[in-house]
T-cell receptor, first 115, second 109 residues
Framework: ETGVTQTPRHLVMGMTNKKSLKCEQHLGHNAMYWYKQSAKKPLELMFVYSLEERVENNSVPSRFSPECPNSSHLFLHLHTLQPEDSALYLC??????????????FGNGTRLTVT | GQNIDQPTEMTATEGAIVQINCTYQTSGFNGLFWYQQHAGEAPTFLSYNVLDGLEEKGRFSSFLSRSKGYSYLLLKELQMKDSASYLCAVKDSNYQLIWGAGTKLIIKP
């Protein structure tokens, strides 16, 4: 098992659909993150969870809804998305939030296309 | 505002050496990270610098100067598999990671 697993790898959805992205980490980490990666732009932090509690929400539109049922699983529920939401969505985990040297471990991402 | 600057794209030759620069302006500093990301794959951690100086890890080295707000990643004996994007990120005073847009490195035979 790789450290952080994301499904699906690719997703095409219409603007009226509802879908969910799933992330699972097998590293025993306490913190999990959702990032959006668009071409030639810096990674955008969307949500941070520490021990299943949301600690960060960076002004993300309500059409994105995170869920963290336990410290190993993270979901991103999507509904009524816009074409500009098309991007690579990366999940990551780290030992804890705030530890200076603690690196992020990323999943391979979900390539989302909104039509 | 907070800002990380790195070149958009660089080209180098197999077997050569390349230096990828990163300059930053952040509210406070709690360390600088370099990540490697191959196309279609996850970013993977390469290095962490919090004190000034050079950290060497095999063919890769990372340098930090906090007074200049500057870091570089040095890749030696380049291999074709080093073709990837290299991401620079700084932890600010709130332990938030501020990311650069990444440098796409193209290695030619």
């Amino acid at each position: 098992e790789t450290g952080v697993t994301q499904t699906p790898r690719h997703l095409v959805m219409g603007m009226t659909n509802k879908k969910s992205l799933k992330c699972e980490q097998h590293l025993g980490h306490n913190a999990m993150y959702w990032y959006k990666q668009s071409a030639k732009k810096p990674l955008e932090l969307m949500f941070v969870y520490s021990l299943e509690e949301r600690v960060e929400n960076n002004s993300v539109p309500s059409r994105f809804s995170p869920e963290c049922p336990n410290s190993s699983h993270l979901f991103l529920h999507l509904h009524t998305l816009q074409p500009e939401d098309s991007a690579l969505y990366l999940c990551a985990s780290s030992q804890d939030v705030g530890q200076e040297s603690s690196p992020l471990h990323f999943g391979n991402g979900t390539r989302l296309t909104v039509t | 505002g907070q800002n990380i600057d790195q070149p958009t794209e660089m080209t180098a030759t197999e077997g050569a050496i390349v230096q990828i620069n990163c300059t930053y302006q952040t509210s406070g500093f709690n360390g600088l990270f370099w990540y490697q990301q191959h196309a279609g794959e996850a970013p993977t951690f390469l290095s962490y610098n919090v004190l000034d100086g050079l950290e060497e890890k095999g063919r890769f080295s990372s340098f930090l100067s906090r007074s200049k707000g500057y870091s570089y990643l040095l890749l030696k004996e380049l291999q074709m598999k080093d073709s990837a994007s290299y991401l620079c990120a700084v932890k600010d005073s709130n332990y938030q990671l501020i990311w650069g847009a990444g440098t796409k490195l193209i290695i030619k035979p």
